[in-house]
């Protein structure tokens, strides 16, 4: 007869013991990970790109200042494709350089150092747009600081929608690092939206002139007309179509629902600051915006006059 195999012997004692710590212990290591993956840019040491042979280093001669959540990756992506615009290698979009100063204390070759953070051939234009300036008070005189002559952009959403998205942004991103939703974020989403109070503050340090505010639903509805404004403010050639950067199909993000009390308050409480925003800046078109369209023709007869 054949030899019979012996019967599977079970584990040493401790063995399941050992390999749920060894479980536990992975699950934290990847917690961590994601965790340090999702820390702010802000707190990411500056670099600073190459200067290739031939190139000039200056202030930018653009900066986005504002809002999060409210197309302005689509919308810088359009000005970044335009022929005289330069694309800096291995930079992103928004470099959160000003952020870091949020205790107050800035090192003496501050603007210089941002300076260095935009090289470019002679005559070719460079910038970046951050959304954040526009939210942190101290981002403003400091940008002031490092580029006086820069031109601001500023695109709005309503206030509302753009709250939703805000909020789906960070339970996504609270989601993927593992840990729950902060209240901070809900009251952070919350203050975004008060444009007019911001741009307050922006035009103390900026004149006027130096600064377009841009409308998300207007650039929606007619983007190349609003692509070619941007264009003919930032001083380069109006392109004659949209380029494909801007006409991606993109998966729209699922937002968290928004109850029909939550909604009425927070209209209620964002009302006045709307009012305000159209006062000081007559290009946005308040009836564009869903949830305070009913304020247009309140606005429209005052700026009409008697």
Not at 100 to 120: K, L
Not at 227 to 244: H, Q
Not at 262 to 283: K, Q
Request: with cysteine.
């Amino acid at each position: 007869m054949g030899e019979t195999k012996d019967a599977a012997q079970p584990p040493p004692a401790g063995t399941w013991a050992k390999l749920k710590t060894l479980r536990n212990r992975i699950w934290r290591r990847l917690r961590k990970l994601r965790r340090r993956k999702e820390r702010p840019r802000w707190t990411e040491a500056v670099k600073v790109p190459a200067c290739p042979e031939g190139w000039i280093v200056a202030p930018p001669d653009f900066v986005g200042i504002g809002a999060q959540r409210s197309g302005t990756s689509w919308w810088y992506a359009g000005i970044e494709a335009q022929p005289q615009v330069v694309r800096v290698p291995k930079r992103r979009k928004e470099l959160h350089y000003f952020n870091r100063f949020w205790e107050g204390v800035v090192p003496p070759d501050m603007a210089s150092q941002y300076e260095s953070m935009f090289p470019r051939p002679p005559g070719s234009l460079a910038g970046e747009w951050t959304p954040r300036y526009l939210y942190d008070y101290w981002s403003i005189p400091l940008l002031r600081e490092a580029a006086p002559e820069t031109r601001l952009l500023v695109l709005l959403r309503d206030p509302v929608e753009r709250y939703r998205s805000g909020l789906a942004f960070a339970v996504n991103r609270a989601r993927r690092s593992g840990s729950p939703a902060r209240l901070a974020q809900v009251a952070d989403a919350v203050w975004r939206g008060f444009y007019a109070e911001q741009l307050h503050h922006v035009f103390r340090f900026f004149p006027r002139d130096q600064v377009l505010v841009l409308q998300f639903e207007a650039c929606q509805r007619e983007p190349l007309r609003e692509l070619r404004r941007t264009c003919e403010y930032l001083g380069i050639d109006s392109p004659d179509g949209l380029p494909a950067e801007m006409t991606r199909e993109r998966e729209p993000q699922e937002k968290p629902p928004l109850a029909d009390s939550m909604r009425a308050e927070l209209v209620e409480r964002l009302a006045a600051d709307v009012v305000r925003l159209a006062a000081l800046c007559p290009e946005i078109d308040i009836s564009l915006w869903p949830n305070f369209a009913y304020l247009a023709g309140g606005i429209d007869a005052e700026r009409a006059g008697p």
